[in-house]
């Protein structure tokens, strides 16, 4: 394995993907950054380039749900920087709205960025594992995805728990082969950080981390390579537990 790992990141222009950015650079590694809005990735690359001027960064316009694009952006961000040794599957979006309610439109563009265009990802992401016979494959879940979630987040939680489910399965599949020894397997369950989908927030409760804290606890999970990790880990590891099995009349009070 090289000294310096190299890191594609989706959604990487802001919020949860640009910090992760940050502070995985700060750590050594050489970024490709992927996202629509190629104005913001340009000025994340020179505030990363000014602070870290050893370190290597690909910017390259995606949209996750063209899946011939996204075959070939990871392509281009692997030729450019020699190999990729971890994916971070991290674009996503936070629409919704009750099911039934003429909502439809939001629901299906969440589930096809949030799942669909995981899947692509994930299939762009393991044809160069494959080749290389190593990688890191980094799925961005969520706490909702523990349980069906009511009202305007359904749909969100539904693909959340779909993309951390195919992370699993991929899992299970490499599971006592020679790849399990090279090709990792992650799942990242964030609770509560604040980000650009959820802005409107503020770090008034102990369940809310900031940005840069609650990426620190990602990025920690991410560089240790552990099979799947809520983040942070306070208090939404045994939040978890709650979460998978109060009966529904305490769901509902929680939620």
């Known amino acids: 394995m090289p000294s310096t790992t190299r890191t594609l990141i989706t959604g990487a222009s802001s919020g949860l993907g640009a910090e992760m950015a940050r502070q995985l650079a700060a750590k050594g590694h050489d970024l ?19 602070a870290h001027p ?9 949209d996750v749900t063209d899946d011939d694009a996204v075959f070939r952006v990871f ?3 692997r030729d ?46 393991m044809e160069i594992f494959r080749a290389q016979k190593s990688g890191h494959l980094v799925m961005v879940s969520s706490m909702a995805a523990m349980r069906g979630m009511p009202k305007e987040i359904t749909t969100y939680a539904a693909t959340k728990a779909g993309v951390a489910h195919l992370a699993e399965g991929l899992r299970t599949e490499l599971y006592g082969t020679p790849l399990a020894k090279t090709i990792k ?71």
Request: aromatic letters at 4%; hydrophobic letters at 45%.
């Open 32 to 50: 490709a950054l992927c996202a629509r809005r190629t104005d913001r990735l340009e000025e994340l690359s020179a505030e990363i380039r000014a």
């Open 75 to 77: 392509g281009e961000c």
């Open 54 to 62: 050893q370190r290597h960064v690909v910017v390259r316009a995606l």
């Open 80 to 125: 450019e920087l020699g190999r990729i040794d971890t994916v971070i599957v991290n674009a996503g979006l936070g629409k919704g709205a009750r099911l039934g309610t003429g909502g439809h439109a939001a629901n299906r563009e969440t589930a096809m960025t949030n799942f669909v265009a995981a899947l692509t990802q994930t299939d762009a992401a």
């Open 185 to 255: 397997v992650t799942v990242l369950y964030p609770g509560y950080i604040i980000s650009e989908m959820n802005d409107y927030a503020q770090p008034t409760s102990p369940l809310m981390a900031t940005t840069e804290d609650g990426v620190k606890a990602m990025v920690k999970a991410i560089e240790k390579k552990v099979p799947d990790a809520c983040v942070p880990p306070l208090p939404w590891a045994p939040l978890s537990l709650l979460m998978k099995h109060a009966p529904l009349p305490i769901l509902k009070r929680m939620i």
